[in-house]
C-alpha cells in the first residue's frame, strides 16, 4: 500500500470560542496535485499553516512525508507559497529565490544553480534583476514558485497560486504544476477557484465551516449516475423522438440522455438511431461541473447543521 504524502489522523484549531478546524481528517496521496476547496473563511489557510506549524494547533494527530507533523527536519523538505506572498519590494526575484535557499540552508553553489535554474522554469530568467516593486502580480507569483522549490521539496503548498493572476500567467502557473507532479512531487493546492483546480487536480477535499465535507477523486465526485449524452445532427425526428420517450428516455431536440452501465450499454441505442435515419454527431457520459459538486456539498452541510 502506498504511504500518503500526508496523512492526519486529528486536527482542531480553536480561536478562543470559535473553532476553525473543527477535527479534520485527511489523506493526501504521494505523487498527486491535491485540491483542498471551500469558500473564504471555511478554515483552508488555517488547515495549510498547522501542518507547516505557521499556526500552532489545539489538537493534531497525524504524520507527513512519515514523520509526524511538525518535525523540524521533515519541514525542510517542503515547499510553500503563501496566500498573498509579501517579499520585500526592494529585493531583486533572484536575491527572493536566493534568500529562502539560504533560509532552507541549501548550499551555496547548489543554490545558485537551482536559483537560475528556477526563474527559467517559471518565465523570469528575463526579469530576474529587475526590483520586486516592479513587477506585476502574475510575476510576483511566479517568483514565488520558484522560492517554493528552491529547496528540492517532496511536497508543496501552494495557498490560491492563481489569485489575481491574468489568463496567461495562469495556464503557465498550471503547466508548472503538472511539470511538479511529472517530477514525482506532491502538490497540495488551496483554492476557492474551482475551474482553475478541476483542470489539474488528481483529487480533492471540499471544506465548509472547518469540516472536509466530501472527498475523492476528480472522476467520482463528478461522475452522473452512468447518464450518458448523444447528441444528433439536427433535432431528433418526432417518431423516434415519441417511441424513445414511451421507454421512459430524456430528448431535448438534438439531445437524448441516457442511463446505462458503461459505455456499451448504450450502443443498442445509437443502432436503433442509426437504422432510423439519425446522424449522431456526438456521445458522452454527462458529469458534474465541480462547481455543482461544490455547491451541493457545502449546502448539504449548512442544512446538516441547521437540523
Known amino acids: 500500500m502506498e504511504t500518503a504524502a500526508v496523512e492526519i489522523e486529528y486536527l482542531r484549531k480553536r480561536y478562543g470560542r470559535f473553532e476553525a478546524l473543527k477535527g479534520v481528517e485527511l489523506s493526501v496521496p504521494q505523487g498527486a496535485v491535491f485540491g483542498l476547496l471551500g469558500p473564504n473563511g471555511a478554515g483552508k489557510s488555517t488547515l495549510v499553516k498547522s501542518l507547516l506549524t505557521i499556526v500552532r494547533p489545539t489538537q493534531c494527530r497525524g504524520r507527513m512525508l512519515g514523520e509526524r507533523i511538525g518535525h523540524r527536519r521533515t519541514l525542510g523538505r517542503v515547499g510553500y507559497l503563501p496566500e498573498h506572498a509579501r517579499f520585500p519590494e526592494y529585493l531583486t526575484g533572484r536575491q527572493i529565490v536566493a534568500y529562502t535557499a539560504g533560509l532552507a540552508r541549501v548550499p551555496g553553489r547548489e543554490a545558485r544553480q537551482r536559483t537560475d535554474e528556477l526563474l527559467e522554469i517559471v518565465g523570469m530568467r528575463e526579469w530576474a534583476d529587475r526590483?520586486?516593486?516592479?513587477?506585476?502580480?502574475?510575476?510576483?507569483?511566479?517568483?514565488?514558485?520558484?522560492?517554493?522549490?528552491?529547496?528540492?521539496?517532496?511536497i508543496v503548498f501552494l495557498d490560491e497560486p492563481t489569485d489575481g493572476v491574468d489568463p496567461g500567467g495562469?495556464?503557465?502557473?498550471?503547466?508548472i504544476i503538472e511539470n511538479m507532479r511529472e517530477q514525482g512531487r506532491t502538490v497540495f493546492v488551496n483554492s476557492h477557484l474551482l475551474g482553475e483546480v478541476e483542470q489539474v487536480v488528481d483529487e480533492v477535499a471540499i471544506m465548509a465551516r472547518g469540516e472536509i465535507v466530501e472527498r475523492g477523486t476528480l472522476e467520482a465526485l463528478t461522475r452522473q449516475d452512468n447518464r450518458y449524452?448523444?447528441?444528433?445532427?439536427?433535432?431528433?425526428?418526432?417518431?423516434?423522438?415519441?417511441?424513445?420517450?414511451?421507454?421512459?428516455?430524456e430528448v431535448a431536440g438534438d439531445r437524448i440522455a441516457v442511463t446505462a452501465e458503461d459505455a456499451k450499454g448504450v450502443q443498442a441505442l445509437i443502432d436503433r438511431l442509426r437504422e432510423g435515419g439519425v446522424v449522431i454527431r456526438e456521445m458522452k457520459e454527462l458529469r458534474f461541473s465541480l462547481e455543482e459538486v461544490f455547491l451541493k456539498a457545502v449546502e448539504a452541510q449548512g442544512e446538516e447543521r441547521a437540523r
Open 170 to 175: 495562469r495556464v503557465e502557473i498550471r503547466r
Open 229 to 249: 449524452e448523444i447528441r444528433t445532427l439536427g433535432p431528433v425526428p418526432s417518431a423516434v423522438r415519441a417511441e424513445l420517450e414511451q421507454e421512459g428516455i
Open 131 to 154: 526590483k520586486n516593486g516592479t513587477y506585476s502580480k502574475g510575476m510576483r507569483q511566479r517568483v514565488g514558485l520558484a522560492q517554493a522549490l528552491v529547496n528540492d521539496p517532496a
